[in-house]
């Protein structure tokens, strides 16, 4: 008779949580799971699945809130099915809303707080452990994107060996900066040696994580989501309320007809929309890089700075640290583009997306934006951020999971980041030695750990930072199933 296959029954108990990201374009559901059985909750937490919600973000159902709420219940009802029904009980389910609602709140406070009651009568009727669903802040979206990236450890070799080159035996291993880009906002966040949060103190936040502080930068620029940015470059160009605009960053021969109540109708550029102008007016699409970068550029402020430097708008930003994990839209775009490889002189990209933005609209997808994103991704990190390429190193994929702040938020709602290291090491010295040899049984992927335990071992002696301890702790719980 065939043994049963598999591991023990005991080892599969699972818990789960469920965040809906309430996205500015889109709203999509994530579940989590961890081991149960894992004590001080350190298992690895992992997405299991993820649904795409079909039709646009919760904003845009401001004049029908009900429609909000019944959008979400195709994935909830995925979800149901996903969770096993005995946990459905147990298992927390987060709403957190993004730019989106952050634009529909300012605008129309009470159409916002009818959306949400739409949206929470609906999560209601499912049997999870409903936790509320509520607008996160700039700052949290930013903090919790960096909580992400720096849980998730399936990094690209280019960081791999980015994160050596960081190395410093006074510091430990580096921690990752994230690069959000949405449909209406945009977060940087990022440790810097020399930010303590008492130069504007609205950008930091402090994390303790396993026993150690971080101090983190971080600023969530609103109406600079690569949607927003579309509405205020088309608004720089149509003051005058022309009935027809050449626009560089679209292909030549593309054409459309836009509506300038829609155009104008976002607290983002709804002050500037031009007196007597025309119902609609024709884009046409020139398709010239250098232009259209010209256009872009002059939606940033880089005049006034009140504090020691910025990025652009006035906004402090401390000297960028570290290498950054780069999502989102961004990874959609770069990722189109073809311009995901970091290490090509910024030249050579330049002259790629320039032969792009030249194609003409018949000889290219459906897919008009992709000349203004990418366009608007180059100049934000090397205009606005101040990243010089190739030495910067931005890794636009991070393998395996979807990177995002839903994970971060979990983890800090379910206390599964513990914020003291334990009294001891997670295992006895003599481990760490045969574990090189571990990690060549599961690959490449071994090599990044493999740096991270050499890092935990200097820091015994060092005092390395505790969060590469914290990665490292896990992972060994991974793979050796402890
Ligand atoms: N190419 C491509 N673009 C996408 C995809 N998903 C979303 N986008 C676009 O990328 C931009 C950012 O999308 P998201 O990161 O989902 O933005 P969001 O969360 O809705 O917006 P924020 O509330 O500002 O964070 C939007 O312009 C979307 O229309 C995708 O799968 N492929
Ligand atoms: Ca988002």
New binding site residues.
Partial sequence: MAKPQGPHPGLMLQNYGIVL?A????T?LYIYAWPAEKDNNTGRVEQTHSCKVKGK?ISSYASQPWKAGESLTLCMQEAEQKVPNKRHHETPLYLGA???MRLLNMENSSASDKVFQAVEKALQKFPFSYQGARILSGQE?GAFGWVTVNYLDDLCSCCVLTSMRFLSPSQGLETTGAL???????QISFVSDNYDGSESPSNSVTFRLYGNDYNLYTHSFLCY???QVLRLALAQQTQSGPRTILDPCFHPGYTEIKNYSVLYDSPCVSGRKPQGAPENFTLRGNGSFGQCQEIVKSVFNFTSCKYSQCSFNGVFQPLLQGPFGAF??YY??MN?LNLTDTSIPLDTVKDKLARYCATPWDEVSY?AEYCFSGTYILTLLTEGYNFTFPSSCVYFQIKGSDA?WTLGYMLNLTNMIPAEAPDKPPLPHYVWAVLPICGKVKGQRMLLNTVLQITWIQGLFRRTKAFSQWRVHLWLKDILSI
Avoid at 23 to 26: E, Q
Avoid at 180 to 186: I, K, P
């Fill in positions: 990201d996205g500015s374009s889109h999509a973000g993004t730019a989106g979206e959000d880009l949405g449909g209406a906002s945009t989501g690569k949607d989102s839209a959609f775009v189109f897919l995002g």
